[in-house]
């Protein structure tokens, strides 16, 4: 028998992928949940549970379930956790060409999975449950902290899709319509994102209400930040070509100026001399940007030994310096306008600094690989 979707059967089919870690005890209501919202719709549904190698007793409530409903886990082993990569194998594994793709712990109503459904016969590839279009909500209980983080995440993204909930992990879309899943390369919490911008998929929306979680705990931490702004820089690259580095690599170098200046005034601080200081706190803010270039501006470029890269980031940066510095010296030895607005000099010398900077970071330092850049 083949394993391919029958296309045919499409309409009246529903994979439902769910990434799971540590959900053993919303599994059940989850399913119960999905059933009771399918039933009556004629749709042959089935709810496929990715599990990263939980332990936490969900494969047996999986088993258990799976004796009445149509419910099976699979489980990853072995490798690196990862909601994305869970996603992506749920794909590889489901039945139907229809998905729906959906957290385990009920913030996602599965009572709209019908409308996400609905929506997809339109002309468009994806639908999105979104917190953000128009009659969307969050829950109530959501800190500042947690709202602002959403939407500079959100915002981040823009510049990658016309949606207003890039972020969502709420979505219905078609097998067919998607890119050779070999071609993926995510990271981490935003497949739905991964999918529209390598697959430039078509995508709508429909408003969701969306609730925290009341059983469990959320995965989400400060690593799974860190990975988000990785998978971020690379799906920039994706789309905008290296140029895309240059924002990033600014960013990283407006940063290492904060690392500089601490030194500087801690070192004083602590009783060093000016001069001194100015000249030491040079070191760490040069290797707090290799370090950031590293894990973000290039981080899909082949990984070379630290020590090695650092001195050649270290080398690049001076010269970078003597560029800026040299730069400086000659504006305002030699063209009057720079001697009269001296300002104007410096900014020319940074700017000039930084361009070759991230040249000889772009061709030298963090080496060029074109087969990995994307
Ligand atoms: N297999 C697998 N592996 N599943 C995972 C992993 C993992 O490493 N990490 C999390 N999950 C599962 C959880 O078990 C849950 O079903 C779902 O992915 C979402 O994880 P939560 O930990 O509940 O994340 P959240 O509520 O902070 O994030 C949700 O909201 C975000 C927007 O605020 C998710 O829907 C995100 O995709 C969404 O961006
Ligand atoms: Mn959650």
């Known amino acids: 028998m083949s394993t391919e979707p029958d296309p045919k059967s499409a309409g009246r089919t529903l994979s439902i992928i769910v990434p799971t870690f540590r959900e053993a005890a919303n599994i059940a209501p989850l399913a119960e949940r999905i059933a009771a919202a399918l039933s009556g719709t004629g749709i042959e549904w089935e709810l496929l549970l990715v599990d990263d190698d939980s332990d936490d007793g969900g494969e047996a409530v999986a088993a258990e379930l799976g004796q009445r409903l149509p419910v099976r886990m699979v489980t990853r082993r072995d490798v690196p956790r990862d909601l994305s990569l ?56 959501w800190s500042l902290y947690r709202v602002l983080n959403s939407q500079l995440a959100t915002w981040l993204a823009r510049p990658l899709v016309k949606c207003a909930d890039p972020m969502s992990g709420f979505f219905a879309t078609r097998r067919g319509a998607l890119p050779d899943l070999r071609t993926l390369r995510p990271m981490g919490y935003k497949i739905a994102l991964e999918l529209m911008v390598r697959g430039r998929l078509r995508v709508r929306e429909i408003p969701i209400d969306f609730r925290d979680r009341s059983v469990g705990f959320s995965k989400m931490n400060w690593r799974q930040q860190l990975r988000f702004l990785r998978h971020l820089s690379r799906l920039y690259n994706y789309k905008f070509g290296s140029l895309a580095r240059v ?47 590293r894990g973000l501006t290039f981080s899909e470029r082949a990984r070379q030994p630290h020590l090695g890269q650092l001195a050649r980031f270290m080398a690049s940066s001076l010269v970078g310096l003597a560029v800026n510095v040299g730069s400086y010296a000659l504006l305002t030895s030699y063209v009057d306008l720079f001697d009269r607005h001296r300002l104007l000099a410096f900014f020319c010398g940074v700017g000039l600094g930084s361009i070759v900077n991230f040249l000889v970071a772009d061709l030298y330092v963090y080496g060029r690989r074109p087969e990995t850049d994307r």
Not at 89 to 111: K, N, T, W, Y
Not at 263 to 275: F, P, T
């Open 247 to 293: 924002p990033f690599f600014s960013a990283v170098g407006a940063s290492g100026l904060l690392v500089d200046l601490a030194c500087y005034l801690g070192l004083q601080w602590v009783g060093v001399e000016h001069r001194l200081a100015r000249f030491l706190s040079f070191w760490p803010a040069v290797g707090w940007n290799w370090a950031l270039n």
């Open 86 to 141: 869970a996603v992506i194998e749920g794909i590889r594994q489901c039945r139907f060409d229809r998905l729906v793709v959906m957290d385990a712990d009920l913030s996602h109503p599965p009572e709209r999975i019908v409308d996400l459904l609905a929506a997809l016969e339109t002309d468009c590839d994806m639908i999105i449950g979104s917190r953000y279009s128009p009659g969307g909500t969050v829950d109530k209980s």
